[in-house]
């Protein structure tokens, strides 16, 4: 089997997307599986590389657009070229976070209550009817990137003009108060569910990427049937979107108990401060056991038999 990991790209995401795929060219290499690397970006001549060079299998560790949000998987269908990760559909609907609010309350999933906000829109009727604090996202951008926590109503307008700088989709969501969780997902199954803790507002950027004092609670100190209820909670969530091989659900357990569905991602971060590497280690799989299952993972979907 020989992999070609594709990473980099354009978004603003590239630096961890680099990290993600630096990372996982050197799991593979240490298993002794025939990898090379493929730069999205804007100077090599990528696309050349990707139609003539020899390989069975590629490694996505995208982030973000252009890479996350079914452009690139597009681009591999047409080619031919089989590819791990959620497909055209499931890409693009979970990168587009009111999409996936929209399905989600269609299913009767449980997920904030939510304001889309374009120019017109009268922010004092949005902050009165969801009863701020609020939280502002681009509907298109990872990562956390653009979002923010807003406390006060002469705050607000700021925020959402630092999201619209990012996007032309914005919208405003409910802010919750209690515990956040993620759930990684690999081959149709959740594994153990991390709590996450910070200092800063919500698990921004920083705190994902940058700072060392986030904590990662594994066990995530829920009860058994808890652990077991979100867990399966995030499988639905995940299959709602037509997400497929791996992925990541965040979510939050409000003071009530309930839980509240954040967004899927269907690309996360392999970097030294990511949270699915935490979670299949708690599941007994090394870093590169795991990126083999996700390749075994496409394999299977692709009818391929390429070995390891």
Known sequence: MRVAVLY??????REVSLKSGRAVIAALESVSIDVFGIDIDTKSNWLQQLQ????????????????????IQGLLDCLNIP???????????????????QIWQTLGLPTPAYRVVESCTDLAEVWETLSGPLMVKPVHEG????????????HFKDAVNKAAALDSSVFVEQ????????????????????????????????????VNDTRYLLP??????????????????????????????????????????????????????????????????????????????????YSLNLGS
């Open 143 to 154: 990562s956390s990137i653009g979002m923010s926590k807003v406390e006060r109503f002469d």
């Open 220 to 301: 995530c100190g829920l009860e058994s049937a808890q652990e077991q209820a979100l867990q399966a909670l995030s499988l639905s969530a995940f299959e709602a979107l037509s997400c497929q091989d791996w992925g990541r659900v965040d979510l939050m357990v409000d003071q009530n108990g309930q839980p509240q569905l954040l967004e899927v991602n269907t690309l996360p971060g392999m970097t030294d401060h990511s949270l699915v590497p935490m979670a299949a280690n708690a599941a007994g799989y090394s870093f590169a056991e795991f990126i083999v299952a996700v390749i075994n993972a496409a394999q299977k979907r």
């Open 83 to 101: 590819y791990t990760g959620s497909g055209v559909l499931g890409s693009a609907l979970a990168m587009d976070k009111l999409k996936t609010k």
């Open 52 to 71: 003539t060079a020899s390989f069975d299998i590629a490694f996505l560790a995208l982030h973000g657009r252009g890479g996350e949000d079914g452009t």
């Open 8 to 13: 980099g790209g354009t978004s603003a995401e």
């Open 175 to 210: 802010w919750v108060t209690g515990k956040e969780y993620t759930v990684a997902i690999l081959d149709g199954q959740a594994l153990p569910v991390i709590g996450l803790e910070t200092n800063h507002q919500f698990y921004d950027y920083e705190a994902k990427y940058l």
